[in-house]
């Protein structure tokens, strides 16, 4: 629907409402005065009955038993107490006059009732002064409802009066009548006032509707078009308003909503890059240290290698230690031939040393880049905290917009017909208010989703860091093992030697040879405990490192399901 159709639809409406409107007034206008008296007469009636209950009625009753009133009532001390207190209720409640007629006989009593007052405004019981007949309807309303009320009188000083009657028991035989005289002129000055002040009222009713109305139908297509990109996702359009009328503000606060997602929006991409970033700079630690990891395990195998030459040799030697006494020149040999190997072992230690110490300095590069890591993911964390505060706060405006909308549909809801097209854009308003809370609400659910994988994250990298520091420590622990080793070569080249000396010198006995030889045995002993260790070092080593390939993987996958996720949105 336009909004062409709607101002005709709404002019049609109000001209409608303006008709019944008036229609209405004159048939107020139109009323018989009489209706009004009813109701004047039914508001009466409880007031009457509070005032019955307060009459002293032990007193009434010995003045209703007393015939010399009304002769001698200006006399009768309880007379004036009740007269006193019938004055005081007139003057309170309004009441031009309010006396008290006495009857013992109740269908004479509703036959000739005594309403003529001794003065003008005064309270008291009545006296004979003329009848006034009561209609038989009358009769019926005073036996239906327990009261009723004369005929409708005008005198030219008061204007018009009419006289309610309430019959009550003073006793079990004694019924008296409690009349009030009402001045029912007002009814219709008041009638009259209220219609005017109505007629008023709607008029400016309907010229503020008007205004309302065209101010919210000039901006209903905005409205609606800003809606609709809105749920697409696309915020590349502006929202622009004056900022002097309600709707405006609204449209001002949903503009600032909108500029403020744009910022989280974009700053959550940024985010992402750096998410990125860190994921490639772990995935470029996780191949450094599996280079590292190769080339240690190559060094070990060639450690292991020697080691069983060397063990080899320790055989050679042993059987040559048996036939030192036979030759000595075989043993020369035999101990010319470990010395070689010796040296060879003494090369690859040292070679493993300096893969070692390159090992180890990687360990510490990466331990170094794990602690860089956790810090912007920490960053990153501290920062879409805030994120979501904003987006928080972004929610609340939404609902308030929300809350807006749902009372201009109240508002609307009370003008009715008239108020019909101001629904239908109130209702936009809160269903754009309801898109946005949800788009809000998807917002913070997705960054609530990436704070937990990025806490996640921190942690996994915290244990990555840690356990970095402690493969850092085994390699420094195996850098040591293989000085040990080394120092053990070379003791081990020195007694070689000094068995080739003493082999070609011919002076030492085989029982010293023998013990060299054994210490040459303990000796390979300790290298291949060492050895073994540091495979168990290396299976911990492998085992750390899936775990930290598998951890950069799954941040990779986190980083590119966020970027598809924000992708959808347009600046």
């Known amino acids: ?77 309880d007379f004036k107490e ?111 006032i209220v219609l005017i002040t109505l007629f008023v009222l709607v008029g400016f009713f309907l010229a503020a509707f008007i205004i309302s109305a065209n101010l919210i139908f000039s901006k209903s297509q ?37 500029e403020k997602l744009k910022i989280d929006i974009r700053n959550i991409v940024r985010y992402t890059s750096d998410l990125s970033s860190i994921s490639e700079s772990l995935s470029n630690v996780k191949s450094s240290l599996t280079e590292s990891l190769k080339i240690l395990t190559e060094s070990v195998n060639e450690l292991e290698i020697k080691v069983d030459d060397a063990n080899k040799s320790y055989d050679e030697v042993r059987h040559a230690t048996a036939q030192l006494a036979e030759s000595a020149s075989s043993l020369a040999q035999s101990v010319g031939s470990i010395a070689e190997r010796a040296d060879g072992i003494t090369n690859e230690s040292s070679l493993g040393m300096k893969k070692m110490e390159e090992f180890g300095s990687m360990i510490s590069e990466s331990t170094n880049k794990l602690q860089v890591t956790s810090k912007r993911v920490e960053k990153l964390n501290q920062e879409l905290q805030k994120v979501e505060e904003v987006v928080s706060g972004i929610s609340s405006i939404a609902e308030q917009t929300n809350l807006l909308a749902l009372n201009a549909a109240i508002e609307a809801a009370r003008a009715g017909e008239a108020g019909r097209g101001f629904a239908v854009v109130a209702d936009e308003i809160r269903k754009l208010a309801e898109e946005s809370k949800g788009i809000t609400l998807n917002i913070i659910n997705t960054i609530k989703g990436l704070v937990d994988e990025i806490r996640a994250t921190g942690t996994e990298i915290d244990s990555s860091a840690r356990l970095m520091v402690e493969v850092n420590q085994m390699a420094k622990t195996v850098l040591e093992t293989f000085k040990s080793i080394s120092v053990s070569i070379r003791e081990i080249s020195q007694h070689l030697q000094n068995l080739a000396a003493l082999s070609q010198e011919q002076s030492a006995s085989s029982e010293e040879i023998n013990s ?43 980083s590119e399901e966020f970027k598809n996720q924000v992708q959808k949105y347009k600046f």
């Open 1 to 77: 629907m336009g909004v062409k159709s709607l101002r005709r639809r709404l002019v049609i409406i109000l001209s409608a409402v303006t008709g019944l409107i008036f229609v209405a007034g004159f048939l107020l206008f139109s009323l018989e005065l009489s209706e009004a008296f009813t109701v004047v007469a039914e508001q009466s009636v409880p007031i009457l009955q509070d005032i019955v209950e307060g009459l002293p009625k032990d007193k009434l009753l010995k003045l209703l038993k007393d015939e010399s009133l009304p002769k001698t009532y200006s006399d009768n001390q």
């Open 82 to 192: 009740i007269n006193a207190f019938l004055r005081k209720k007139a003057q309170r409640f309004a009441f031009k006059y309010l006396y008290i007629c006495r009857s013992i006989d109740l269908d004479k009593a509703i036959s000739e009732l005594w309403i003529d007052s001794p003065e003008i405004g005064s309270s008291g019981f009545a006296e004979p002064g003329y009848v006034n007949k009561m209609p038989k309807i009358q009769k019926s309303l005073l036996h239906e409802k327990g009261y009723t009320f004369t005929k409708v009188y005008t005198e030219p000083k008061w204007g018009t009066l009419m006289t309610i009657v309430l019959p009550f028991k003073v006793s079990e035989n004694v019924t008296a009548y409690l009349m009030a005289d009402v001045d029912v002129s007002r009814v219709k000055r008041i009638q009259n």
């Open 222 to 258: 905005t409205i609606g078009i800003l809606a609709e990109r809105f749920a697409q996702g696309d915020f590349s359009k502006t929202v622009e308003t004056t900022g002097y009328k309600e709707i405006d503000q609204v449209l001002s606060h949903f503009g600032n909503f909108i």
């Open 516 to 558: 060299e030889v054994n210490v040459f045995k303990n000796l390979l002993d300790s290298i291949d405990t060492l050895v073994m260790n540091l495979e168990e070092i290396m299976e911990t080593f492998k085992s750390s490192s899936k775990e930290f390939e598998s951890f950069a993987e799954r941040l990779t996958m986190i």
